[in-house]
């Protein structure tokens, strides 16, 4: 139940008054429907008033405020003509503008011979000074009751900037006093007022410097969320950890089978790695571990030697993939092996139907099947394992935290492993998974090909089509990448088919399309002409149609790679030279190229290092947009930066484990109060995992 003290917060805006339907439906639109998104509705910039010229001296252009006589109305004498009414002080003369305007109206608020202050933009006509719509018209004496610096907020279609402010300026009015949930120490020496000062004073910037990250008004709010979220995050994780007590640990006899029937040896990185995941998962406590490995670094591997640790201690173990093809390509990978080490190995996709469905279900209830593989199909509430003790999470940053949690509902216990493909530099990590432990796999399998890595104008196709000509006079498989955009699909597709028409004009039969609106069964079929080799060029229109593995496959084209991402363009890359023999990457791109674009295709000639590439985008995307929300299901902020307030999150990292170590259940005054500040940014799904109190 959310406290009492924050009912008005989230009570909606309609209820302010001067908020209508009409008017709390464009607020909605821009902000929220409650009075607290009001509230993390920062101004995006101020109107500054201070400036207080004599008529003679306000520039063109200006935003300035006037002290003036009212000389003479001068009312038109046709709609189309404006009511103008002239002013003056000792310097010059100054027209007000008023277009539609009401006679009756303006007498009113410009009386003849009455001094009145005027505050908007000088805008000149005829080289004669002019103000169109002043924003202000007010008597001298009431000065005092002009906003001098104005907060100015985003808006959207329709929504006009002054009801807007008006309900921000009620909202704020109505905030409660909250109980203090930071550390006092902490907030002391950041200077940082109380959080209804900081709110407010963050909606009432004097300055531009008011609305940047650093003004310490935003950063104390930023840093309340960023609490918020590190203290939910680990309030899950400190639960998932006090239902541990399963120590899961393997006598080594299927790895050692495994691993005599792989036709490598493991790098030092991956028996790294290994050693790390069996220390886990022969603790006490559960496993929440976070693999990362560039694109080929040999993540599957292992997966799988850890899932064998839970099937040696008699248990079972899931591998999860974002997408059927992906599933099903571990499958193929992972069937020999579990058949070297003697273990059964099922497939549990959405696509298996009827008896074949329940012949699996089966499998896996009576624990015949040691290793599940499948998509988000394993989640479902028909899926019961015998005994599961492990999962492994593979392309992690497509799958929710939530999704993440389900899944470790099936079993008691469960141990979980998840392998992202993404680098991500350690600040973000905490933001996205908050503390998992984390292993590397920082050195690539030996006998990897170099990858030759060009760029050229789509203007060059001719060239291009040539020399694929030439390649595939060999043995080469080419992916052909024509990225989706997803505003236009319709549009991106028809390109893409012709692009598979015109190809299969030059080159011949072998050509190939895939795209995302194909069903599963028709997709895969292409992907399965491509790795027999029956299609020699592959012409697909989304990336991950390519996450799939063809170790024949030699050359990528990425049309239109100024529109892809670092990571992307690198996930892409991986996909070549993995058979041994050298790959080619070319990036065809339209111009003009944006500086960005450019900056990207030049790291992707310079380097084939992943984490290399993790930094680069994260410097030219920014954060922000490396965890962007839409593909990576990871929070969203509303007031942290999480480029500008970077350094404040692993403090508030630290912060919580702090609390939680001395008040694991928040029943302290501190304790207390980090409930409310959980339920002021709506991360109370954690608060569930408290004891009561
Ligand atoms: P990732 O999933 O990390 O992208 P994979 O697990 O698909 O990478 O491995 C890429 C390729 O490298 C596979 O063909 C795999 O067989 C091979 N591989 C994995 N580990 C090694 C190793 N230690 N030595 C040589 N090749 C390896
Ligand atoms: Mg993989």
């Given at each position: 139940m959310r406290p009492e003290i924050l009912s008005p917060l989230f009570r909606q805006t309609t209820t302010l008054k001067g908020v209508g339907p009409r008017i709390g439906k464009l607020i909605e639109k821009v902000a929220g429907p409650r009075l607290v998104d009001l509230c993390w509705h920062l101004p995006a910039g101020i109107v500054d008033r201070r400036f207080r010229p004599s008529v003679a001296e306000a520039p063109d252009g200006a935003m300035v405020t006037l002290t003036v006589r009212v000389d003479r109305h001068q009312p038109p004498p046709s709609r189309r003509v404006p009511y103008r009414v002239e002013c003056s002080d000792d310097s010059g003369t100054l027209t007000l503008v008023f277009f539609h305007a009401q006679a009756d109206y303006l007498n009113d608020l410009l009386p003849v011979g009455a001094t009145r202050v005027v505050s908007g933009r000088m805008a000149y006509f005829n080289d004669r000074p002019q103000m169109p719509h002043p924003d202000h018209v007010i008597p001298v004496e009431a000065f005092d009751s002009l906003p001098l610096v104005e907060p100015v907020y985003r808006l959207t279609e329709g929504l006009t900037p002054k009801p807007l402010a008006r309900a921000v300026a009620a909202a704020l009015a109505e905030l409660p006093e909250l109980p203090e949930w930071q550390d006092p120490a902490w907030r002391q020496r950041q200077g940082w007022a109380d959080w209804r000062d900081s709110l407010r004073r963050a909606h009432a910037p004097d300055a531009e410097a008011g609305l940047d990250p650093a003004d310490p008004a935003r950063r104390r709010l930023a840093y309340d969320e960023l609490l918020a979220n590190q203290l939910a995050l680990a309030l899950v994780r400190a639960q998932m950890r006090r239902r541990a007590g399963r120590r899961i640990d393997g006598d080594g006899r299927l790895r050692a089978k495994v691993t005599a029937a792989l036709p490598y040896a493991l790098t030092s990185a991956q028996n790294r790695t290994l050693a790390e995941i069996s220390a886990d998962m022969a603790g006490a406590s559960r496993m929440l571990r976070l693999l990362q490995g560039d694109v080929g670094s040999g993540k599957t591997v292992v997966a799988l030697l850890a899932m064998l640790i839970a099937v040696e201690s008699g248990a079972q173990a899931a591998l999860m993939a974002p997408t059927e093809i992906l599933a099903r390509q571990h499958l193929e990978t992972l069937t020999p092996l579990c058949a070297a080490a003697g273990i059964e190995i099922v497939l549990l996709t959405?696509?298996?139907?009827?008896k074949a469905r329940a012949q699996v279900l089966a499998r896996i209830a009576d624990g015949a099947a040691a290793i599940a593989v499948g998509t988000h199909a394993l989640f479902q509430e028909t899926v019961e394992f015998r005994d599961l003790a492990m999962v492994v999470i593979d392309e992690q940053h497509r799958f929710g935290v939530h999704q993440r949690l389900l899944l470790g509902a099936k079993g008691k216990a469960v141990d979980v492993l998840v392998m992202t493909a993404t680098p991500i530099p350690r600040t973000l990590t905490l933001t996205a998974y908050g503390d998992m432990d984390v292993s590397k796999l920082d050195e690539k399998p030996p006998g990897r090909a170099p990858i030759d890595t060009r760029s050229m104008p789509l203007s060059r196709l001719g060239d291009v089509v040539a020399g694929l000509r030439r390649l595939l006079a060999g043995d080469a498989r080419v992916y052909w990448v024509c990225p989706l955009v997803e505003e236009s699909d319709a549009l991106d597709l028809a390109a893409a088919e012709d692009r598979y028409a015109a190809l299969g004009r030059d080159l011949g039969p072998a050509v190939g399309l895939v795209h995302g609106r194909m069903k599963a069964a028709e997709k895969d079929a292409v992907m399965d002409a491509f790795a027999a080799g029956e299609i020699r060029v592959l012409v697909a229109t989304t990336v991950i149609e390519v996450g799939?593995?063809?170790?024949?496959?030699?050359v990528m084209v990425v049309e239109h790679?100024?529109?892809?991402?670092l990571a992307q363009l690198h996930q892409l890359r991986g996909?070549?030279?993995?058979?041994g023999r050298p790959g080619t990457c070319l990036l065809l791109y339209t111009e003009p190229l944006t500086e960005t674009a450019r900056a990207r295709i030049r790291t992707m000639r310079e380097t084939d290092d992943g984490f290399v590439i993790a930094e680069e985008d994260m410097r030219l995307r920014g954060a922000g947009e490396v965890l962007g929300?839409?593909?990576?299901g990871l929070p969203a902020f509303r007031l942290a930066d999480i480029d500008a307030h970077r350094d404040l999150m692993p403090v508030a990292h630290d912060d919580c484990r702090l609390v939680l170590e001395t008040d694991p259940d928040l029943r302290g005054p501190r304790g207390q109060a980090l409930r409310v500040l959980l339920y002021l940014f709506e991360r109370d799904a954690a608060v569930k995992y408290l004891r009561s109190g």
């Open positions: 959405g696509r298996l139907k009827g799939v593995d063809v170790p024949e496959a030699t790679a100024e529109r892809f991402g996909r070549v030279g993995r058979g929300t839409r593909q990576s």
